[in-house]
């Protein structure tokens, strides 16, 4: 009998949103079987999920430790070539990008131009990567899903409206651990301060970036690529509750809002099943208990991540790759205590202003500007240090 269920091809599927796909694909057995797994280095780990879903195949992006012995029978692949081969296995329809950062921009490619379902998380990758994902998606005919919840949300909300109808996009920041701490207090922030998020559960890279508001630019970078949106009309705006998880308001007068409590696994759900809804156990959202609904602007001038990320989205070219690579440099240096966290922003700044935008057509280009921002961000952190 052949299996009409829909392959899934994980990409980081020992991280945050890759556990979360895993939960979501267990409860719909009937509709997906996963094909490949993909992790960096936790070769246990990844061997533990392996014997739990027996996918096809595994990918270690890293050469295991010494010694690791696989309980897992199945076939083992290393290498981080493997991961862009994995997004275009053969029987892959869905492929779910959920590695972290510039390392998953190979496999965005591989998706889009090899006709896949991309279920993107990893923003990094289309921030960074820009003009080219647009265009192998266009050329590969295949879809780009958002997971990240905002642009699931204007996903939800678009219902494929086309972007002359949109007249503002309105994307809602949790505003992170630090919405209301005073800017002199920002020096001595730690970076267990820094991970301790208020309502999302995330890797931490993300976690230090929602602390920042990077991650507020990189995804107004990102709605802008995915929903061909001009910068001017696209607003962001501090939602505590993370209830409302973005707006679309229309040419026509009307706004309208995707709700729901966070969690990551209703995005990964739509992403895989959409335009379809399939049955899901969540709590559903209570307007009297889940109320007020508070809203309250962007404190941009305390958050200068904001601010620097949406203007290298502007520039355009490789700025936005520029940015991204500073970004996950000094995030690496403050999470090993080696950069305060306003140095994070220092350090992006200095190298965004000695980085001329420059125009994107191949991926040459964009490897060319994360190796310069790289090596300046790790020199700036050196001397802010
Ligand atoms: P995470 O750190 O928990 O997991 C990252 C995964 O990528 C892991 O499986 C890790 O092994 C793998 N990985 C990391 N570096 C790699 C490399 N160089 N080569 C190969 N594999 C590598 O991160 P996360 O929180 O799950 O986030 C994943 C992506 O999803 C990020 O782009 C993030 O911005 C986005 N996202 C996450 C959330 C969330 O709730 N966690 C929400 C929205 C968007
Ligand atoms: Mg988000």
Redesign the pocket.
Known sequence: MTDRRTGVTLL???????RSTLRVVARHPDRYRIVAL?????ADTLDSLARDVDPDFVVL?HEPSAGFEPRWPGEWRYG?EQ?AAAATGVEAGIVVN????Y?GLESTLAALGAGRRLAL????SLVAGGELVLEAWRAGGGELVP???EHSAIHQCLVGRPPEEISRLILTASGGPFRSLPADRFASIKPEDALAHPT?S?????TVDSATLANKALEVIEAHLLFGVPYDRIDVVVHPPSIVHSFVEFRDGSTIAQMGHPS?EIPILYALSAPERLPNEFRPFDPIADGPLEFEPVREAEFPMFGLGVAAGRAGGTQPAAYNAANEVAVRAFLDHQLSFPGIAAVVEKVLTHMEPRPVSSLEDVEAADVEARSRAREAARTLS
């Open positions: 980081g599927a020992t991280g945050s949103i890759g993909t992790g960096a280095r936790r992006a981080p991961l959920a590695l972290v950062g390392a998380a990893n923003k990094e997971v990240d919840s999302w995330m890797g931490d890279k993300i990551m």
